[in-house]
Structure formats: C-alpha cells, structure tokens
Nanobody
Framework: QVQLVESGGGLVQAGGSLRLSCAVSRGTFSLYTVAWFRQAPGKEREFVAAIGGGGSTPAITDSVKGRFTISRDNAKNTVNLQMNSLKPEDTAVYYC????????????????WGQGTRVTVSA
C-alpha cells in the first residue's frame, strides 16, 4: 500500500513563505505523478500543482502561478511545494496525492492520498 505523508504546514503571515513536503513510500517513486490539492473551510478540494515522474513540465493552477513551485527529489522520494508571497486565501488543508497515470487536475485521477497538512495565512 502506497503511503504519503505531508509535512511543513503551519501559521504564517501574509507575504511569508512555507515549504511543504510529501514523502512517498512503497512503489516506484520515479514513476509516480504527484499532485498537491487543497481544501479551504467550506469549499471543495481544488487542484494546486502536479509533477510527473518523467520530468515533464509541471502543471500549476493559475491562482498560484508565479508564487508556488513544485519540485521532486527522486533520490529522497519526496515532492516539495514551495509557497511564496502567501495570501490569506491560500489558507487550507493541503493534500498530496499520487498516481501512476498522467498528470491531471482531477482529484478522482489520484488513488493515493496523504492525510493533509494545515496552512494558515494571517492577514
């Protein structure tokens, strides 16, 4: 069973930065597409970013483009989400998810999920 564990969440002031990490165990990490989704209170889960296993261009949602960067370290079986210039509207629980399939912005495309890490951005 594939396991994903997120870390790096916390409380930060607007304009600050956080770096989230997703550690993936079991399976062939280099073959996984790994994505980040987030869910704000009272809202549906939304796609943030994804990165394929083959070095393809990452996908990033427009609302965070230019502020967030997704990267992977195949030697450490981790995917990172660097979040800069954070805004209060970035407040959410952030989840990483994995699939052996192609990069997708649909949560239903990802069979493996972590438990989430909370990010709170104060004004």
């Amino acid at each position: 069973q594939v396991q994903l564990v997120e870390s790096g969440g916390g409380l930060v002031q607007a304009g600050g930065s956080l770096r989230l990490s997703c550690a993936v165990s079991r399976g062939t990490f280099s073959l996984y597409t790994v994505a980040w989704f987030r869910q704000a209170p009272g809202k549906e889960r939304e796609f943030v970013a994804a990165i394929g296993g083959g070095g393809s261009t990452p996908a990033i949602t427009d609302s965070v483009k230019g502020r967030f960067t997704i990267s992977r370290d195949n030697a450490k079986n981790t995917v990172n989400l660097q979040m800069n210039s954070l805004k209060p509207e970035d407040t959410a629980v952030y989840y990483c998810a994995a699939t052996y399939g192609m990069t997708s912005d649909r949560s239903s495309s990802y069979p493996y999920w972590g438990q989430g890490t909370r990010v709170t951005v104060s004004a």
